[in-house]
């Protein structure tokens, strides 16, 4: 089962910032926190990972709570693009760890 | 930017008969991976591969499925004796293994038994 704990549904005005939560309250030391998304049947796209450093690349930023119980995935700018299904994913950081993933929270980005 | 490819993107193929679903991993990856997610359910995982053998398989990956890296570039999935309940699509992923980094993953093939 999943580790992790997302809204299943949320919704965004276009050019807003989206801000998708998660919570993996379990989380162990060794465990890093990944996203990514679905874009109707393609393959999930990787958007940005973590240990316990808030991240930040071009497509997303990634800010996660001291206690690493919670995590924020924000989308800075959304478009009609981003429109999605988002999964946070907790996973070991070494070797061949599988990806475990939930149900994720259905972005939906309104004109 | 570097990619992982799967061909075909649709197969369909006869219940009974045997599929081979191909992956080229981005090339300096070392760990490769299978998923499959059937029409309007989950991601799941089927099996990882690493240093030419299987680290880690799901339950669904039985004695049907079977996969092998024939060459250095190929990451290929075998389904002997195809069921209905096969038809899903089917995502090869690789990474480079070290330090978190993460896993990117193919467009899918569209399986379909018929």
């Known amino acids: 089962d999943a580790k992790t704990t997302q809204p299943p549904s949320m919704d965004c005005a276009e050019g807003r910032a989206a801000n998708l939560p998660c919570n993996h309250s379990t989380i162990s030391g060794n465990e890093y926190v990944y996203w990514y998304r679905q874009i109707h049947s393609q393959g999930p796209q990787y958007i940005i990972h973590g240990l316990k450093n808030n991240e930040t690349n071009e497509m997303a930023s990634l800010i996660i709570t001291e206690d690493r119980k919670s995590s924020t995935l924000i989308l800075p700018h959304a478009t009609l693009r981003d429109t999605a299904v988002y999964y946070c994913?907790?996973?070991?950081?070494?070797?061949?760890?599988?990806?475990?993933f939930g149900q994720g929270t259905r972005l939906t980005i309104n004109p | 930017e570097p990619e992982v490819t799967q061909t075909p993107s649709h197969q369909v193929t006869q219940m009974g008969q045997e599929v081979i679903l191909r992956c080229v991993p981005i090339s300096n990856h070392l760990y490769f991976y299978w998923y499959r997610q059937i029409l309007g359910q989950k991601v799941e995982f089927l099996v990882s591969f690493y240093n030419n053998e299987i680290s880690e398989k799901s339950e669904i990956f039985d004695d049907q499925f079977s996969v092998e890296r024939p060459d250095g570039s190929n990451f290929t999935l075998k389904i002997r004796s195809t069921k209905l309940e096969d038809s899903a699509m089917y995502f090869c992923a690789s990474s480079a293994g070290q330090g978190g980094q993460p896993q990117h993953f193919g467009d899918g093939t569209r399986l379909s038994i018929l």
């Open positions: 994913i907790v996973r070991e950081y070494q070797g061949a760890q599988k990806l475990v």
